[in-house]
């Protein structure tokens, strides 16, 4: 059986390329993919060889699917055919993998929802580590796909208020619709005072770094209250230039958490360090639930024919431009 995937054949290129599909063996599973999700700044990131990232080409993309099992391996005895299932894996339009690896999707749930998962789980990871107490201000800057969907998590975790920032006036009101108790322009004249109205003259008690940029890392060390905790949750592409730590870390008596995705533990959930599958199951649920705002999150829906075109537009980078769902069946 023939299928077809997208790959990045070098810098900045993108290309839909035709594979042999495989068939599972032992323990694992074939699923054929409905819909996956453009992971915008870790995409772009990669494909364009910015700092920090591993600048392999030619290379596979994406790790957000879901879709159908199609065949099990030998020893497959939890899964079967037809049950629907969300994974890491790449955009393509098949996918062989580890049973351990797939997780059903609720009853209920579109994969276009179901898809957000693992997104999802990332911000809620590096919320965890936050460890939020209800009551506390929390600001998020950055509202892209991440960012939004952290302010979402700071809800659900006790965050109050939650505030959204960004340059970008349209992110904002998104921002609003997914539920910002306030939204903030860091470029707009009188946004100390209002942060500082907003949090009750304090400033907030977290404050989540959903940029990506070096930048904004010393803005959340000057924004957060005393005592507070910054986590750095965006994956930063690039060095953090003037850091003074005396004056912006010590002396406020700050707690910096870097809340990459990778750390996470293999086998056993802590407070404050779930696994992902743990978090991963979690995330289907909520979504399941209601529990999250997704309309606004999906700006774009094509056709995985389509994909050079929506890398395209994530390469020219417009403000509008938040959840791109490429739709394999």
């Given amino acids: 059986m023939q299928g077809w995937r997208v790959v990045w054949p070098e810098r900045a290129k993108v290309a839909l390329e035709e594979f042999t599909v495989p068939e599972p063996g032992p323990r694992q599973v074939l699923v054929e993919t409905e819909a996956t999700l453009i992971s915008p700044g870790t995409e772009r990131a990669f494909l364009l060889g910015l700092p920090n990232t591993s600048c392999r080409f030619p290379t596979g993309a994406g790790y957000n699917q879901v879709g159908w099992i199609a065949a099990v391996g030998a020893e497959v005895t939890d899964l079967q055919v037809g049950d629907r299932v969300a994974s890491t894996a790449n955009h393509a339009s098949h996918a062989v993998l580890s049973a351990d690896r797939v997780l059903p999707v609720p009853e209920g749930l579109t994969s276009e929802q179901a898809v957000f998962f693992n997104l999802g789980g990332i911000a809620l990871q590096g919320i965890r580590k936050a460890r939020l107490e209800l009551g506390e201000a ?35 009101q998104v921002a609003r619709r ?29 404050v989540i770094e959903a940029t990506g940029h070096p930048e904004p890392i010393n803005t959340a060390f000057r924004l957060a209250a005393g005592h507070g905790r910054v986590v750095l949750l965006g994956s930063t592409r690039g060095e953090t230039e003037a850091v003074n730590f005396y004056r912006d870390v010590h002396r406020k008596g700050l707690t910096i958490l870097g809340a990459h995705n990778s750390v996470r533990p293999e086998r056993d959930s802590a407070p404050g360090f779930w696994t992902w599958r743990d978090d991963a199951e979690l995330m289907l649920n909520l979504l399941a639930r209601g529990r999250f705002v997704l309309d606004p999150l999906i700006t774009h829906r ?9 890398y395209q537009m994530l390469l020219d980078w417009k403000e509008e431009l938040l959840g791109v769902v490429l739709k394999w069946k």
Avoid: K, M, Y
Wanted: charge should be negative; glycine fraction near 16%.
């Fill in 138 to 172: 929390v600001l998020v800057l950055g509202q892209g796909l991440i960012g939004l969907l952290a302010l979402q998590v700071a809800r659900l975790s006790g965050g109050f208020p939650v505030i959204g920032a960004d340059v970008s006036e349209w992110r904002l």
């Fill in 302 to 310: 094509l056709p995985a024919a389509q994909a050079p075109e929506a």
């Fill in 178 to 206: 997914c539920g910002a108790d306030e939204v903030l322009n860091p470029q707009q004249e009188g946004f100390a005072q209002r942060l500082a109205a907003a949090t009750g003259g304090g400033g907030p008690a977290v």
